[in-house]
Every structure is written in structure tokens, then in C-alpha cells.
């Protein structure tokens, strides 16, 4: 027996059998089949789209190829969307599965608490640990979150075992119109995030889902635009940040040394309040990195405005142009970068309404 | 003779043994206190933070002073937005565990009380506040370091 651990060959041949022993043990488990972000429509005909105000279901399909054992454990579904949705307090999640007694029954998942970290999260929330691992998936703004839920009941599930689970999520969308890529992600609290992708899968819609027929103009996470403006929940009194994404569609503003920000705020009765269109350091936009063609600008909107006492701001159309106003980036470039939407004598200006849900 | 010597190291022994064995009364450990936290003083703010993102070079933040004076008043320097937007008077709700920071505007009946942490770091102290001066669903953390009053 020694000599055979003695002899090099034999102990790469053995430590190579061994590994490959332990990743077989290891591969399972779990496997997202579909997501379905389909609505019925008023027709009767079939849309990624619903109604403001209304609820919506979504429905995950997948099974689990069990090759190992697992006693007491809970099963994690993680749902990304708007954070104007507030998932967190209006939706209801239910599953089934076949490891029931009656997989016709839809169980209860509840939402998982930020007091309870994933197991192999490193310290971090469930919410934080897959934001930094998949981000906002394909959306190109950052104001969403991925809410996490947890089955009940614990189950008790064996090498060999090979059942199906569907999990339906129902939450009211709010009123924001609005286009998304939806997230979904699957896990179990025994992998609780760990580095290996076969206890968990992600999923994201294959088109975006809509919100229509609501308040204030479309929130687009899905597409990148000229414009960005962060927080999109905000009001005077928020720090907001309006950037000029300068390198995603062809533009002569890019090129210049130096890019502005023009805005003018209105009140509630669509009186403007002031605008401002000096060429300072006021308005003067900077270059977020130097690998980025982003160049921002973050201000106190009640200040930058010098709103007066008791007024209030409820809309800012603004535009991003050089020095001396030669090239101007308005919401009809965007129209026709994106949408080839001819562009007429007069240019709209980009819009941003200080809405707060 | 000698079991007399004995019993003389023996009885010596055992008082040695007794006036050794004094109860210690340490009365500087007994009357320990948890200090005060004094958190008078010129507040600079620092560091800001937005959703949990930090947005400190984005602007210019460090013009905002928080002044917490020693006769109970405190006064706003070049205002940001901020949990309250006249000066007024302040105080914590625990002088020894400063755990919230209460502060009433001039002409207002109403206290503002703001959670606060207040550890030290990299050898200085700060204050460590989080609030939602716009929409509430936004969150900013502002860090103030406290400033030498030459």
C-alpha cells in the first residue's frame, strides 16, 4: 500500500480520481426551466406589459437533479426589480413542488430579513451579495433591488431525488411608467451564495416589462440613453445626479473639452421658477473615470435653482452643450439615436420630474 | 524543642497565608464611570454618502459646518440639506451612550431627533448621522469631523 503512495504516478493518478470524486458529489442541483413575465391583456392577448396600479404575476419554472443529501433546508428565490415597485411590502410569493404531497398546493415564501445572512455571503445581506455578484443584470440604471424570500417550510431532500418547482411572484407595479429586465435567482440556505454556480442560477427576462398608462414620462433601466439621472425618486431637497452618457450613440458634444449642463426648474403650475444656463464651474459637468465616456453633474436642485421659500420644483428640463452653445444633446438626439425618430427645427430639451413614491 | 519550632513556622505560616489573602479593594476600578461625551464643538462635514454610495467628490460638502456650542445652542454654517433648517438649540439623549441627537429650531416646539453614531477613527473622533432631507426613500449618511477652534 505504501509503495503505491510512494510512487508518483500513482499518487497524481489517486489525487485526480479524488478530485474529480468530489466534484462529482458536489454537482447538483438546482435549475431555472423558465421565467414567464407574460400578462393577459385586455384583448385577451398575451404582453410583458401591464397597467399601472395593478398586480402581476410572475412565473418561474425549474427542477432540482439532487446528488446529495440535505436535511432541513429552506429554498431561496430572489426577484429583481424597480425599487418603486417595493416589492419587499407588496408582493405575495407561493411555490410548488413535486416534493410535496400535493404538488398541486401552493406554499407560502416569505421574505427573507436582512438580519438573516446568506450562509457563504461573506457578512453580507442576501440583497447586497447579489447585487455585487450580478448587479442590475442587463438594465442600465441602478434603482432597483433584488428581495429575497425564503420558503416556510423546511424540506428534506435525498440523493437521487429529481423534483419540479414552480414559483409564482404577484405584486402590484406601482404607478411609475416604466421598462425593465426583470432578475430572477434561485438558491438553497444550505449554499446560502457560495462560489459554486450549481446550488444557484440567475435568470433575467429576455425583454424588458413595462409598466404603462401611469404617472409622470417612461423610466427606460433597459436601454442606454444620452441622459441618466440619479436618484430617479427625488425631490429638491435630494442630492441629484445628472450625467451625459457621451459614448453610446455618435456625438460631436464628446469631443468637446468641455461639456455643460443647461436646466430650467418649474413649479407645480408649470411656472418656471428660474433657469440657469451660465458657463461655470456651477454647471460644468466632470468626467466620472477616466475608462468612462460619463460626464456628471451633482447638485441640490433647490439651490442650484435658488428656489424661493415656499415654492417648489416638480419638473427640470435641461440640456448638455459646449462653451459656446455650438452643439447641444437634447431628449430628439436621443429620439433619433435610439428610435430614428426624425429630428424638427426645434429640439425637445430632456425631462426630469422630481416625483417621490 | 523541635515540634515547638514546628508549631511556630506552622502558626506563622497560616498568618502569613491569611494577611495575604486580603480582599482587593481597588477603589479606583470600584467607582469606574463611563465618561462623558462631549460633543460640543465646530462639526465639518465630510464624507457623504447617497443610498449607499459615496458621492463625496461629487461636491462641495465640506463648506457645511454643524456648530454644537457649549451653552446648549447650535448653528448652521453654509446649509445643506439637513435633518433641520434653522439654527436652535440641541442636546443627546444620553450624555454618557450619545445614541440620538436632539435638536429644536428656534420658534418650533418640536424636537428633531436624529440617530447618531460616534466612534473614533484613524484617532479622531466623528459623528456619524443618517437621514432623508428629500424623498424618503433616499438615504445619506453624513460623517462630520470635529475642527480645532484656533
Not at chain 1, 1 to 21: P, Q
Not at chain 1, 54 to 68: D, K, R, W, Y
Not at chain 1, 131 to 156: C, H, I, R
Not at chain 1, 313 to 340: E, G, P
Amino acid at each position: 500500500m505504501k509503495n503505491i503512495f510512494k510512487n508518483k504516478k500513482n499518487t497524481r493518478l489517486i489525487g485526480l480520481f479524488l478530485t474529480v470524486g468530489f466534484v462529482l458529489f458536489l454537482i447538483g442541483c438546482v435549475f431555472i426551466d423558465s421565467v414567464s413575465i407574460l400578462q393577459i391583456q385586455e384583448d385577451g392577448t398575451q404582453a410583458p406589459r401591464t397597467k399601472a396600479g395593478s398586480v402581476a404575476t410572475f412565473i418561474l419554472t425549474g427542477h432540482i437533479n439532487c446528488q446529495e443529501d440535505h436535511g432541513d433546508v429552506q429554498f431561496i428565490f430572489s426577484f429583481l426589480a424597480p425599487k418603486s415597485w417595493n416589492v419587499r411590502q407588496n408582493a405575495t410569493v407561493t411555490y410548488t413542488t413535486t416534493l410535496a404531497t400535493n404538488p398541486e398546493e401552493e406554499l407560502k415564501m416569505s421574505v427573507v430579513p436582512e438580519s438573516s445572512l446568506p450562509k457563504n455571503g461573506g457578512g453580507r445581506t442576501w440583497g447586497e451579495a447579489l447585487m455585487q455578484e450580478y448587479g442590475v443584470g442587463p438594465n442600465v440604471l441602478s434603482d432597483m433591488e433584488w428581495v429575497t424570500f425564503a420558503t416556510n417550510d423546511k424540506w428534506a431532500i435525498y440523493n437521487g431525488d429529481k423534483p419540479n418547482y414552480t414559483i409564482y411572484l404577484r405584486t402590484n407595479v406601482g404607478y411609475q411608467n416604466l421598462k425593465a429586465y426583470l432578475g430572477f435567482f434561485v438558491n438553497h440556505t444550505d449554499d446560502g451564495m457560495s462560489t459554486s454556480a450549481d446550488h444557484k442560477k440567475v435568470k433575467f427576462s429576455d425583454t424588458p416589462f413595462e409598466v404603462y398608462g401611469g404617472k409622470g414620462l417612461m423610466i427606460d433601466y433597459s436601454t442606454d440613453h444620452f441622459n441618466k439621472v440619479q436618484p430617479l425618486a427625488s425631490l429638491q431637497d435630494d442630492y441629484v445626479t445628472f450625467s451625459f452618457n457621451g459614448g453610446v450613440y455618435q456625438n460631436d458634444l464628446i469631443s468637446c473639452s468641455e461639456i455643460y449642463f443647461e436646466g430650467i426648474a418649474y413649479d407645480e403650475n408649470g411656472e418656471i421658477i428660474s433657469e440657469v444656463n451660465e458657463k461655470t464651474d456651477k454647471t460644468l459637468l466632470h468626467r466620472e473615470s477616466m475608462f468612462s465616456q460619463v460626464y456628471s453633474l451633482t447638485m441640490w436642485p433647490a439651490s442650484f435653482f435658488n428656489v424661493p421659500q415656499g415654492k417648489e420644483i416638480k419638473k427640470i428640463d435641461y440640456v448638455f452643450t459646449n462653451k459656446d452653445r455650438s452643439i447641444i444633446i437634447t431628449q430628439s438626439d436621443d429620439d433619433f439615436a435610439i428610435n430614428h425618430i426624425p429630428i424638427n427645427s426645434e429640439k425637445e430639451p430632456f425631462v426630469f420630474e422630481l416625483l417621490c413614491d | 524543642m523541635k515540634s515547638k519550632i514546628l508549631k511556630t513556622v506552622t502558626l506563622l505560616s497560616f498568618f502569613t497565608f491569611l494577611i495575604s489573602c486580603d480582599a482587593f479593594t481597588d477603589s479606583e476600578f470600584n467607582d469606574y464611570k463611563e465618561s462623558v461625551k462631549d460633543l460640543s464643538g465646530v462639526w465639518q462635514l465630510k464624507t457623504v454618502s447617497r443610498n449607499g454610495i459615496d458621492i463625496s467628490s461629487t461636491m462641495n460638502f465640506s463648506q457645511f459646518h454643524l456648530n454644537l456650542n457649549p451653552n446648549g445652542s447650535y448653528t448652521l454654517e453654509n446649509y445643506l440639506p439637513f435633518a433641520v433648517k434653522d439654527n436652535g438649540e440641541w442636546r443627546v439623549d444620553d450624555p454618557q451612550y450619545p445614541y440620538n441627537l436632539i435638536l429644536r429650531e428656534n420658534n418650533s416646539s418640536e424636537d428633531i431627533t436624529i440617530g447618531l453614531k460616534y466612534p473614533i477613527v484613524n484617532g479622531k473622533r466623528i459623528i456619524s448621522i443618517t437621514l432623508s432631507p428629500g424623498c424618503q426613500s433616499n438615504t445619506y449618511v453624513y460623517v462630520f469631523e470635529k475642527i480645532d477652534n484656533n
